[in-house]
C-alpha cells in the first residue's frame, strides 16, 4: 500500500512542478528533492512490502514511508487551499500571477516550515532505506526464490485441501477439457484455464493432467508452475530436469551452461519427434507466454499445452487459433456447494439441524469458491457441534478470520497474489472499493466518477480521463478482482461487486494502512488520520469531536436516513475535513445542503441522491473544482444561474421524484441560459428543452458522452439536430417530447454525424423512422416509447438494416395490425420487446430472420389470439414471455397438447412465461414443465 501512496503523490509532486513553478518560489527545489526521493523509493517498496510481515523493522519502514507521503500530501492540499483559491484552472489553479500578492505571509511560513520538516523525515527515512539494502541486498530482497516457494506451496496445500474433502461439481468440466485435448486435431492446441485465486484451477487441471486416458495419449509429460517472478532459465531448467527424468536419464551436464537461447534449441531439439502435453500453472503476465511459446515445437503430432491464469487477457493472448479452447471457471453451484461443506466439516454425515441455519449463513460467505468452503469447513470441524454460539462467533467474527489474524489465512496468502501483483495506481483503485457494504452493488459510472475525483486516474495524452477510468475497471476485471454483476444487452458494464472473501481482505488492508475505515452500528468515536470513510447504518447518535478527521478525502454514506441530518453535517464538516474531494450523501436525511459545503475548496463529487433537498443556492457557486454534481431522485426543479460557474463540471445528473404536473414527460429541470459555457460536460441528465435557445446551447457541449434532454417541442426538432450534428462524441442519446400528442421533428435535412452512438430512447410521436437513425452502424440499443408508427411494412422492418442492435424495445411504438420481421434482417439483435401494440393482431417471423435472438416478450397486445408464426425459425431462443395478453392466448399456451402445430413451434424453447398485472405487480407462471420441457 505505501507503494500505491507514494506513486499517487509523485504524479501529484511532477504535475505541481511542471505547472506551479511561480507559485512554489523559495520551496520548488525542497519539493523536487522529496520527489526524487521517494522516487528512489518506490521500486524497493513493493518488495519490501512482500516481505513485511515477517520483519518488524521493514514494517516500521514502510509505515513511515507511507506517513510521510500522506502528510506531504496534507501539506500540498492545505498550500492549495490557502494560495490558490478563486481560479479554475490549472492543478491549484494557474495562479502563479497572484504570488506576489499573497497576504497571509504567516501561514506561508508555516507550510516552508512543514515542507522542510517533511524533507528531514524523508532524508532519515532514505538512509534507513540505505541500511536495509546493505542489510539484506538488493538482489535478496528482488530474489524470485521466496516468491516462488510461497506460490508453489500455496498452490499444494490448495490442492491438497480441497483433494481432501472430494471436492465436488468437478466431473463436468474435467470431461469437457479431457475432451478437448483427446480430440483429433494434429497441430499443438492451446487449453487455458481462467479464473480467480481459489476457484480450483489447479485442482481441476491436475485431475485431467493424471487422467489415465490423458497420460496413455501422450510420450512426454511436464507440470511448470510459473509463478509471479517469472525466471526464463529456471523454468526451462525445470522442464529439461522434468523431461529426463521421465525417461530415466541424467540431464546432460551442458545444460547448465547454456544460455536461454540455446536452453529454448534443447528443448525444441528433445520435443520435436514427440507427443507431449505440458501444464503451465499460475501464469501471470503475457510476456512469460510469449517467451515460452517459442520452445514449443509443432510438428503436428497432437501435442497439447495447458495453462491456468487469473488473468483473461492471458488466457485470450495463448489461444489464438480457432482449435484452442478457453474455459472460464465459475463458482460452485449452491446445492454443489452445500455437498462440499457437508463433505469436510462434517466427514459427509450431512449437517446437524440445529447448525444448518447458522451454517447456510456461513455458506453464503464463500460464494461458490471451494477453496474457501474447504477452508471454512476445515475450521468448523473442530468446534463442538452442541456450542451454537461458537459457530455463530465465525460467523460475526468473519473479517478477523480472513484478515491475517484467523486461520483463513491460507486463502488471504492466495487471494493477495493478485492484489500484490497489480500497479499502484490499481491497488488504490481497489482498495477504494472497501467502502462498500457487503453485496452492495457498485455502480460503475459512480465508481468511475470517484476515481477520477480523487486522483487515482494518472492523465495520458489524447484521452479523457473517462475512458482511461473505464480501462482501469476492465483490468481489474481481467484480473479476476472485479466481478461483472449487470450489463446491458450491448455490453455496456452497470454494475460490479466484490466477492466476500476479497472483499473482507481489502477492508483490512485498507484499515491497516490508515487508508479507508468503516463506521458501523454504534460509534464513540472517530477514526484517526484516515484518508477516506464509510459510514454504514449508524444505530445511535454519531460521536462528536472532528478533528482527527482534518486528512479525509472522502466521505461516502450507506443506510444512514435518520443520523445524517442537517445539523450534524453542518458540524461534522465545519469542525473536521477541509480537503474534501468526494461527499456522498445519498438518502441523508437533508432539507437543505449545509454552508460548510460550499466552503470545501478541494471538492469534485457531490452526490445528494434520494434527499429531500429542494433548492441549490447560488454558494453552489463557489465550488469551482466540482467535476461530479449528482442530484437524481430529488425535487429539484431549477439550477441557478452560478452553476455556470463551474468550469471543470465533467457530469449533471439530475432528475426528479414525486407528483408531475404532466405525467407523460420525462421530468427534468431548467437550466439557466448560457449552459454551453460547462464545455467540460460529458453527461446532462436531464435538461428541460425550455426554449430554442437551450437547445441551441447544447451544441456547444462537444464533449457530451451522454445527453437526456425532456420536454420537446415540435418546433424545437431542427435546433436539436443541429445541435446534435456538433456532438460527435455521444454515445447515450435520450430524447422525450413534452406530451404524448407532441410530434418528435426529426426528419430534416441536418444529419447529426453520431457515428460512436451506442443507445438511443425516442419519447414520442414519430411519422416514421429518421433517416439518421437507421446509418448509425454502432447502436447496440433502441428504445422507442409511443412512437405511434403507422402500418408499413417498413416502418419497424427498416430497423432491421442497423448491424450491430442487440435490443429493440418497443412501447406503443406501432398502430399495425400485422408486423412481420423479415429474412435477413436483425443479424444481431439478442433481445425484442413489444409493448403495448394494441390494434397488433399477428405477428410473423420468417425464416433467416433475427438468427441471433435469444429472448422474445410481447406484453399487452390483447387482440393477439394465436402465437407469433415461424417461432420455430428463432432456433436460438431461450425465453418467451406473454404477458398481459388475451385470455384465450393464455389458456391456448397453458393447454397446449403435444401432438398440435403450437407446440411444435415452441417446443424448443426452453422458457415460456406467461403473466398478468395484478395489484401493481407481476404475477407470473412459467410453462415450461407444462409442457415438457423441464
Known sequence: MAESVVGFLINQLSTLLSQESTLLGGLRPDVQFIKDELGSMKAFLRQAEAKEDNDSQLQEWVKQVREVAYDTEDVLDDFAFRFARGDADGFFGRVGKIYNSIKNLKARHRISLEIKDIKARVVEISARHQRYQSLYGTQEIGSSSSHVASADCDIHDQALLIEEAKLVGIDQPKNELISKILDDHSHLKLVSVVG?????????????????????????????????????????????????????????????????????????????????????????????????????????????????????????????????????????????????????TFQSNGCPSNLEEVCRKILKKCEGLPLGIVTMGGVLALKDKDKIDEWEMIF??????????????????????????????????LLYLSIYPEDHPIDVDEILGKWIALGFIEEEEGMIATDIAMRYLKELVNRSLIQVKETWDDGKLVNCGLHDFLREIIVSKSKEQCFTAIITGYCTRWPDKVRHLAIHNFTGNPPQGFSSLKCLRSVETFGNEDSLT???????????????????????????????????????????????????????????????????????????????????????????????SNNFALWGFKSPDG????????????????????????????QLRELSITKLRREDGKELLYSLSRLTNLRELHICSIKEEETLDLQHSVSPRLGFLTRLWLNGHLERVPEWVISLQYLGTLVLLNSELSEDENAIGCLGHLPN???????????????????????????????????????????ASMPSLQEFAIVGSKLMTGLPLGLQNLTGLKFLQLFDMCDELIHKVQNLDKQSEDYQTISHIPQVCTGHWINGDWKTEILSEKIGKG
Open 566 to 660: 442537517t445539523s450534524f453535517l453542518s458540524k461534522f464538516l465545519c469542525g473536521g475535513p477541509k480537503f474534501l474531494k468526494v461527499l456522498n450523501l445519498t438518502g441523508a436525511e437533508l432539507d437543505n445542503i449545509p454552508k460548510e459545503v460550499f466552503k470545501l475548496f478541494h471538492l469534485q463529487y457531490l452526490d445528494l441522491s434520494g434527499t429531500r433537498v429542494k433548492i441549490i443556492p447560488k454558494s453552489i457557486g463557489q465550488l469551482q473544482n466540482l467535476e461530479f454534481l449528482i442530484l437524481a431522485e430529488t425535487t429539484i426543479m431549477e439550477l441557478p444561474v452560478e452553476i455556470l460557474k463551474l468550469r471543470k463540471l465533467r457530469s449533471l445528473n439530475l432528475y426528479g421524484i414525486g407528483d408531475y
Open 805 to 847: 442492435l442487440v435490443h429493440l424495445f418497443l412501447l406503443r411504438a406501432y398502430e399495425g395490425e400485422t408486423l412481420c420481421f423479415k429474412a435477413g434482417r436483425f443479424q444481431k439483435l439478442q433481445r425484442l420487446d413489444l409493448v403495448q401494440f394494441q390494434r397488433l393482431k399477428w405477428v410473423r417471423v420468417e425464416e
Open 396 to 429: 460475526r467474527g468473519f473479517g478477523s478470520e480472513v484478515d491475517g489474524s484467523g486461520k483463513l489465512d491460507r486463502i488471504r496468502k492466495i487471494l493477495l497474489l493478485s492484489y500484490s501483483d497489480l500497479p499502484h495506481h490499481l491497488k488504490n483503485c
Open 675 to 702: 449552459i454551453g459555457k460547462l464545455t467540460s460536460l460529458e453527461r446532462l441528465h436531464n435538461i428541460e428543452a425550455d426554449s430554442g435557445k437551450i437547445v441551441r446551447e447544447i451544441g456547444k457541449l462537444i
Open 196 to 344: 480467480m485465486g481459489g476457484l480450483g484451477k489447479t485442482t481441476l487441471v491436475k485431475k485431467v493432467y493424471d487422467d489415465a486416458a490423458v497420460k496413455k495419449q501422450f510420450q512426454s509429460h511436464a507440470w511448470i508452475t510459473v509463478s509471479q517472478n517469472f525466471q526464463f532459465k529456471v523454468i526451462i531448467k525445470n522442464l529439461i530436469q522434468q523431461l529426463y527424468d521421465e525417461i530415466r536419464q541424467p540431464v546432460p551436464p551442458q545444460v547448465d551452461s547454456m544460455d536461454g537461447i540455446r536452453l529454448s534449441e534443447f528443448v525444441k531439439d528433445f520435443l520435436k519427434e514427440r507427443r507431449y502435453i505440458l501444464v503451465l500453472d499460475d501464469l501471470w503476465t503475457i510476456d512469460a507466454w510469449e517467451a515460452i511459446k517459442y520452445v514449443l515445437p509443432d510438428y503436428n503430432i497432437a501435442s497439447r499445452v495447458v495453462l491456468t491464469t487469473r488473468i483473461t487477457d492471458v488466457a485470450s493472448a495463448s489461444c489464438l487459433t480457432f482449435h484452442d479452447f478457453i474455459h472460464k471457471m465459475s463458482p460452485l453451484s449452491y446445492e454443489d456447494s452445500w455437498t462440499l461443506f457437508c463433505n469436510r
